[in-house]
């Protein structure tokens, strides 16, 4: 390696910083261009769930929560609770971002947008790597609305998710620590239609009815199309649609391919196979299929489907917490409809 070998990456959210982290262990400068005037301005739950499953270490002063179980209703009625030690964590992502590019000597530089025709005009010879999150991303996308509540409630350590299907999409509900939660709705629905629904889910919750915001209601697209290796310019994360498509967690797979691509760049080896040779590629496209399926569903049906599932279906193949050989084991714990779904991807993948 050159002297002066350096990388730029656009965009320092978790793909943009876990590709440079990783650079940078093997040696690489890094400079990253941040359009905004600081780190995780998008809005984001910041639930990591399984976070013993990234290359590195999360920043141990970002973590808010250890997360130990996760409710899940459908339509209104409790499906089931799962509890698990460890089984997330909540960050302040600010934190977690900045102290990674602290730890590893990262040069973030900010206010420093890459314009779109010039992201177009750029080429992979130049040691560049995208990774602008959802703007970026050919394929198909959700809306997500949230907002971070002080409440009078004290909170636990679970996840609360409210399955929807009418909009084949959830509230979620996380705890940030005593008294402060994020409360948000994603789904098949306009941003307006989103923010309505998540208000008179807010009244009927007596724990979060009358709370107090910390920040305004936010939004933004969240990206449930599977992953779209861009071949001709190297993108990662969310850019290239690095999302668990049936529950929109971005910040973990997006880490991960980032991580990733850093490594076959230092290696001398082609990002673009890193990608798809990445257990998150594959996961993903799963979960992508099984989406399409649920898609075709009548919103009953859909609502029967989740409630038939076994917790540990649903835990496992949600958190894309499986291998090939235990998705064999899962597809005979489950219903015909989705049995045939993992079958099929265990022999085409
Ligand atoms: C409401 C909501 C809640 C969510 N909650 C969760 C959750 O709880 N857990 C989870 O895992 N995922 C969650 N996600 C998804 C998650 O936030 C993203 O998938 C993840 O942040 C993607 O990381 P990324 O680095 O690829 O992109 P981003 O986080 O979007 O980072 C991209 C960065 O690039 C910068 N940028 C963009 N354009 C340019 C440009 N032209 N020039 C320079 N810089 C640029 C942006 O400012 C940004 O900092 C949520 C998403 C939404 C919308």
């Not at 992979?124 to 409440?151: D, F, M, S």
Request: glycine share 10%; hydrophobic share 40%; charged share 25%.
């Amino acid at each position: 390696m050159a002297e002066n070998d350096g990388y730029t990456i656009i965009g320092a959210g978790p793909a943009g910083i876990a590709s440079a982290v990783n650079l940078s262990k093997h040696g690489y400068n890094v400079t990253l261009l941040e359009a905004a005037p600081r780190l995780a301005l998008k809005p984001c739950g910041w639930g990591i769930p399984l976070p013993g499953t990234l290359p590195f270490k999360i920043p141990e002063e970002s973590i808010l929560k250890h997360i130990d179980g996760a409710s899940l209703y459908v339509d209104g009625k409790h499906a089931l609770d799962y509890t698990g030690n460890n089984l997330g964590v909540i960050v302040d992502k600010r934190v977690m971002l900045e102290e990674l590019a602290r730890e590893y000597g990262l040069e973030v530089r900010y206010k420093s947008p890459v314009t779109p025709s010039k992201l177009k005009s750029l080429s992979r010879k130049e040691n560049l790597v995208i990774a602008t999150g959802v703007p970026w991303y050919k394929g198909e996308t959700i809306n997500a609305v949230q907002i971070h509540l002080k409440t009078s409630t004290s909170w636990g350590e679970m996840f609360e998710f409210y399955f929807d299907s009418d909009i084949i999409g959830y509230y979620w509900v996380f705890p940030l620590d005593r008294n402060t939660v994020k409360v948000g709705v994603g789904g098949f629905r306009d941003a307006k239609t989103l923010r309505l629904l998540l208000s008179k889910f807010i009244k009927k919750d007596s724990r979060i009815r009358g709370s107090t915001p910390i920040s305004p209601l936010e939004g933004a697209k969240l990206a449930v199309g599977g992953i779209i290796p861009s071949e001709d310019i190297l993108a990662v994360g969310e850019a290239i649609g690095s999302v668990f498509p049936l529950t929109g967690e971005g910040i973990r797979p997006s880490m991960i391919i980032g991580y990733e691509v850093g490594e076959a760049l230092a290696r001398g080896k082609d990002p673009v196979q890193a990608i798809k040779k990445s257990s998150v590629y594959w996961k993903v496209s799963l979960q992508r299929r099984i989406l399409e399926g649920v898609k075709k569903l009548a919103p009953k049906s859909r609502a029967d489907f989740l409630r038939s599932l076994n917790p540990e279906v649903i835990i496992r193949v949600g958190l894309g917490d499986f291998t090939k050989a235990s998705l064999l084991r899962l597809a005979l714990k489950s219903p015909g409809s989705l049995s045939k779904i993992l079958k099929s991807f265990i022999h085409t993948s």
